[in-house]
């Protein structure tokens, strides 16, 4: 994503070095951006317990859940958005969990098993799951 800014600051004449972020600027951007993605809806569990929490492919599962409302919220224009998001197989079926530490990826509320419940599942580099109550009608 910076290649582009790179090259054009080159062009107008600036020196342009590459470095690494690291802390404390790093832990204040990771922070920084924690906090904006839970006021956008993304749950604070789902945040504090996943691992790798801010993987476009955890976001993107997050984004699925409720497409029609969440897409709006992306940064789009990217060539990895544009591949994955036009090459997405998404299959939708009905399940069962029968135990288990799940988070509705629609209203952010724990499934309490035994649950039916909705499954999207997607394959972009690997096959993703997305679950949710059976019923959520939640609607940010």
């Given at each position: 994503?910076?290649?582009?800014?790179?090259k054009?600051?080159?062009e107008?004449?600036?020196?342009?070095?590459?470095s690494?972020?690291t802390?404390?600027?790093?832990?204040?951007?990771?922070?920084?951006?924690?906090?904006?993605?839970?006021?956008?809806?993304?749950?604070?569990?789902?945040?504090?317990?996943?691992?790798y929490?801010?993987?476009?492919?955890k976001?993107?599962r997050?984004?699925?859940?409720?497409?029609?409302?969440?897409?709006?919220?992306?940064?789009?224009g990217?060539?990895?958005?544009?591949?994955?998001?036009?090459?997405?197989n998404?299959?939708?079926?009905?399940?069962?969990?029968l135990n288990?530490?799940y988070?509705c990826l629609?209203?952010?509320?724990k499934?309490?098993?035994?649950?039916?419940?909705?499954v999207?599942?997607?394959?972009?580099?690997?096959?993703?799951?997305?679950?949710?109550h059976?019923?959520c009608h939640?609607?940010?």
């Amino acid at each position: 994503m910076f290649n582009k800014a790179r090259k054009y600051l080159s062009e107008k004449g600036y020196t342009v070095i590459s470095s690494k972020i690291t802390d404390p600027l790093q832990t204040l951007i990771e922070d920084t951006f924690k906090e904006y993605i839970i006021n956008l809806g993304v749950p604070q569990d789902y945040i504090n317990y996943t691992k790798y929490p801010f993987h476009f492919h955890k976001l993107l599962r997050w984004v699925l859940a409720d497409p029609s409302n969440r897409i709006k919220l992306c940064k789009t224009g990217w060539d990895s958005w544009q591949k994955y998001i036009n090459n997405l197989n998404i299959e939708r079926h009905t399940d069962y969990i029968l135990n288990g530490n799940y988070i509705c990826l629609k209203c952010g509320y724990k499934i309490t098993p035994p649950a039916k419940i909705k499954v999207i599942k997607f394959f972009t580099n690997r096959e993703y799951y997305v679950y949710l109550h059976y019923n959520c009608h939640f609607s940010q």
